[in-house]
T-cell receptor, first 113, second 109 residues
Framework: EADIYQTPRYLVIGTGKKITLECSQTMGHDKMYWYQQDPGMELHLIHYSYGVNSTEKGDLSSESTVSRIRTEHFPLTLESARPSHTSQYLC????????????FGEGSRLTVL | GQNIDQPTEMTATEGAIVQINCTYQTSGFNGLFWYQQHAGEAPTFLSYNVLDGLEEKGRFSSFLSRSKGYSYLLLKELQMKDSASYLCAVLDSNYQLIWGAGTKLIIKP
């Protein structure tokens, strides 16, 4: 069983609020990812990291930021939430030698009113 | 552009066999992956193909033809718990996963 954890699992906030979604993994994986997924739609890569102090933008990154100060921790921050940010956010990690085998957290379902 | 196509939804009967197809056009190819995602949950890894042919894993098998840009996931002896979405993903030349939208599989008794 994968050891990757996300908090909060569910969050309802008002427009304009700043939020941070937390993600931690205990597998020692170097590579970590944030995806956004709407119901019935494909996963969209928001940000990823190859390791400590490495962060890269994905397809939908322009309205969020990430940091990777520790191997196990990869938080995602929305500076000013909007209703269009309402979605499921999935954090994942992978072993460097297994780039396509991702271990996912249980997700953070965000609703912005 | 990069593209992964798979049917939106399929229905099958408990105990039967179902084949979920996936076609892809990507910049480079470093493997094809199938994931299972139950409603409201995160995806979980099912299988991996990098060479042509069939990989079998219990009731699930996955096939790959690189020349045709084609894969399928075969599920045998279907159980109700197999009701889920099945995601096809390709690892491209940059070792990034390109995801399909998933096939929702509905199992009927």
């Amino acid at each position: 069983e994968a050891d990757i954890y996300q908090t909060p699992r569910y969050l309802v906030i008002g427009t304009g609020k700043k939020i941070t979604l937390e993600c931690s993994q205990t597998m020692g994986h170097d590579k970590m990812y944030w995806y956004q997924q709407d119901p019935g739609m494909e996963l969209h890569l928001i940000h990823y990291s190859y390791g400590v102090n490495s962060t890269e933008k994905g397809d939908l990154s322009s309205e969020s930021t990430v940091s990777r100060i520790r191997t196990e921790h990869f938080p995602l921050t929305l500076e000013s939430a909007r209703p269009s940010h309402t979605s499921q956010y999935l954090c994942a990690s992978s072993d460097p030698g297994e780039a396509g085998e991702l271990f996912f957290g249980e997700g953070s379902r965000l609703t912005v009113l | 552009g990069q593209n992964i196509d798979q049917p939106t939804e399929m229905t099958a009967t408990e105990g039967a066999i179902v084949q979920i197809n996936c076609t892809y056009q990507t910049s480079g190819f470093n493997g094809l992956f199938w994931y299972q995602q139950h409603a409201g949950e995160a995806p979980t890894f099912l299988s991996y193909n990098v060479l042509d042919g069939l990989e079998e894993k219990g009731r699930f098998s996955s096939f790959l033809s690189r020349s045709k840009g084609y894969s399928y996931l075969l599920l045998k002896e279907l159980q109700m718990k197999d009701s889920a979405s099945y995601l096809c993903a390709v690892l491209d030349s940059n070792y990034q996963l390109i995801w399909g939208a998933g096939t929702k599989l509905i199992i009927k008794p």
